[in-house]
């Protein structure tokens, strides 16, 4: 059973960066064919997809935050991590972690981040 936990803290204050760490059980991040991804729910809106890290360490952001985006990994941990810098309240959310294949086929249960000075 693959299993991901997201980590970090639940509030930053604006300008600063956003750091969350997803921990994957049950499975490889170097897995061949799987992509590892980050998402995102604010408040009363929809998921908005934000970046991914493949298998091989190949990294692709979603246009609208690529500027203030980055995603890491640590084999060692089996771990990938979230960087959003230049927060501001627009970006409190539900932050998720997922696995992609065709699809979205297991998730995190969702950590909560706040902006707030």
């Known amino acids: 059973q693959v299993q991901l936990q997201e980590s970090g803290p639940g509030l930053v204050k604006p300008s600063q960066t956003l750091s969350l760490t997803c921990t994957v059980f049950g499975d490889s991040i170097t897995t061949y064919g799987y992509f590892w991804s980050w998402i995102r729910q604010p408040p009363g809106t929809g998921y908005e997809w934000i970046g991914e890290?493949?298998?091989?360490?190949?990294?692709i952001y979603s246009p609208s935050l690529k500027s203030r985006t980055s995603i890491s990994r640590d084999t060692s941990k089996n771990q990938f991590t979230l960087h959003l810098s230049s927060v501001t309240p627009e970006d409190t959310a539900l932050y998720y972690c997922a696995r992609a294949d065709s699809g979205f086929d297991y998730w995190g249960q969702g950590a909560q981040v706040t902006v707030s000075s």
């Open positions: 890290i493949s298998y091989g360490g190949t990294t």
